[in-house]
Protein backbone atom coordinates (compact mmCIF):
# COMPACT_ATOMS: atom_id res chain seq x y z
CA UNK A 1 0.00 0.00 0.00
CA UNK A 2 1.46 3.18 -1.32
CA UNK A 3 1.74 5.89 1.29
CA UNK A 4 0.33 9.09 0.24
CA UNK A 5 -1.94 12.30 1.85
CA UNK A 6 -5.03 9.91 1.51
CA UNK A 7 -3.91 7.83 3.99
CA UNK A 8 -6.95 7.38 6.66
CA UNK A 9 -5.47 8.58 10.04
CA UNK A 10 -6.97 8.03 13.18
CA UNK A 11 -8.30 11.34 15.39
CA UNK A 12 -10.45 10.21 17.66
CA UNK A 13 -11.97 6.70 19.72
CA UNK A 14 -15.71 5.93 19.73
CA UNK A 15 -16.98 3.66 22.52
CA UNK A 16 -19.92 2.10 19.96
CA UNK A 17 -21.67 2.83 16.61
CA UNK A 18 -23.62 5.57 18.05
CA UNK A 19 -20.64 7.40 19.34
CA UNK A 20 -18.76 7.47 15.90
CA UNK A 21 -21.86 8.61 14.14
CA UNK A 22 -22.19 11.48 16.20
CA UNK A 23 -18.20 12.28 16.16
CA UNK A 24 -18.37 11.56 12.37
CA UNK A 25 -21.14 14.21 11.91
CA UNK A 26 -19.55 16.93 13.72
CA UNK A 27 -16.88 16.39 11.01
CA UNK A 28 -18.92 16.15 7.91
CA UNK A 29 -20.89 19.52 9.45
CA UNK A 30 -17.26 21.10 8.80
CA UNK A 31 -16.89 19.14 5.26
CA UNK A 32 -14.45 17.04 6.59
CA UNK A 33 -14.95 13.62 4.82
CA UNK A 34 -14.36 10.46 7.80
CA UNK A 35 -15.09 7.03 7.96
CA UNK A 36 -15.19 4.32 11.33
CA UNK A 37 -13.40 1.52 11.28
CA UNK A 38 -14.43 -1.53 14.05
CA UNK A 39 -11.70 -2.36 16.46
CA UNK A 40 -11.41 -5.90 18.11
CA UNK A 41 -14.14 -8.89 18.40
CA UNK A 42 -17.38 -7.90 19.50
CA UNK A 43 -20.81 -9.61 20.16
CA UNK A 44 -22.10 -9.41 16.63
CA UNK A 45 -19.12 -10.91 15.43
CA UNK A 46 -19.16 -13.54 17.31
CA UNK A 47 -22.96 -14.03 16.30
CA UNK A 48 -23.69 -12.70 19.93
CA UNK A 49 -25.99 -9.51 18.98
CA UNK A 50 -26.75 -9.19 22.38
CA UNK A 51 -23.33 -9.11 23.90
CA UNK A 52 -22.78 -5.73 22.56
CA UNK A 53 -25.30 -4.26 20.78
CA UNK A 54 -23.52 -1.23 19.30
CA UNK A 55 -21.17 -2.99 17.99
CA UNK A 56 -18.08 -2.26 20.19
CA UNK A 57 -14.86 0.51 19.67
CA UNK A 58 -14.53 2.21 16.57
CA UNK A 59 -11.93 4.65 15.79
CA UNK A 60 -12.56 7.59 13.18
CA UNK A 61 -10.76 8.14 10.13
CA UNK A 62 -9.50 11.25 7.69
CA UNK A 63 -7.62 11.72 5.57
CA UNK A 64 -3.88 12.78 6.00
CA UNK A 65 -4.22 16.08 5.17
CA UNK A 66 -7.50 16.64 7.32
CA UNK A 67 -5.93 14.81 9.85
CA UNK A 68 -4.92 18.10 12.14
CA UNK A 69 -8.05 19.95 11.03
CA UNK A 70 -9.90 17.30 12.33
CA UNK A 71 -8.11 17.30 15.74
CA UNK A 72 -8.38 20.55 16.10
CA UNK A 73 -11.79 20.95 15.82
CA UNK A 74 -12.61 17.86 17.91
CA UNK A 75 -10.19 19.58 20.80
CA UNK A 76 -12.76 22.77 20.40
CA UNK A 77 -16.07 20.68 20.97
CA UNK A 78 -15.10 18.10 23.56
CA UNK A 79 -13.88 18.91 26.92
CA UNK A 80 -10.94 17.68 28.18
CA UNK A 81 -12.20 14.99 30.38
CA UNK A 82 -14.53 13.60 27.31
CA UNK A 83 -12.12 14.02 24.41
CA UNK A 84 -12.19 11.03 21.86
CA UNK A 85 -8.96 10.02 22.67
CA UNK A 86 -7.66 6.67 22.87
CA UNK A 87 -9.90 3.99 24.65
CA UNK A 88 -9.78 3.96 28.47
CA UNK A 89 -7.83 0.19 29.79
Same mark, same amino acid.
Given at each position: ? /?????????????????? /?? $????? $?????????????? $??????????????????????????????? /????????????????? /?
Amino acid at each position: M /ATGEDDPTPVAWANDEVE /AG $LIQGL $LDDRGIPSSQQRMG $LNGPMLGIPLLNPGGGARRILVSKERAAEAE /ALLAEIFTEGDAPGAPS /A
